[in-house]
């Protein structure tokens, strides 16, 4: 089993940012990926960004290039940077982990950004 600790979000006004962070624990080995999805009330859960245990990275086009994704190989942990942020980017975060066979889902943060 792997487990999913998540913080780093909030409340901030357009054009702040802040940072997710995401450890996972317990059986952690072999190839794996990392990263979040939101889901805005009333909304699909959809891909944030990606980043594989090999720092291969995927994002959603509808940034436009504001979020920013890496990885701590050594402390199990992602993190994604966001700047700029805009109301339209208001949801729970989910962080998201798939290993070799499972994946696992953080019990989400909020993430709120007024205008």
């Known amino acids: 089993q792997v487990q999913l600790v998540e913080s780093g979000g909030g409340l901030v006004q357009a054009g702040g940012s802040l940072r997710l962070s995401c450890a996972a624990s317990?059986?952690?080995?072999?190839?794996?990926?990392m990263g979040w999805y939101r889901q805005a009330p009333g909304k699909q859960r959809d891909l944030v960004a990606t980043?594989?245990?090999?720092?291969?990275?995927k994002y959603a086009d509808y940034l436009k290039g504001r979020f920013t994704i890496s990885r701590d190989n050594a402390k199990n942990t992602a993190y994604l940077q966001m700047n700029s942020l805009k109301p339209e980017d208001t949801a729970v975060y989910y962080c998201?982990?798939?290993?070799?066979?499972?994946?696992?889902w953080g019990q989400g943060t909020q993430v709120t950004v007024s205008s």
């Open positions: 998201y982990f798939h290993g070799m066979a499972h994946e696992y």
């Open positions: 980043i594989t245990s090999g720092s291969r990275t």
């Open positions: 317990g059986s952690i080995f072999g190839a794996n990926v």
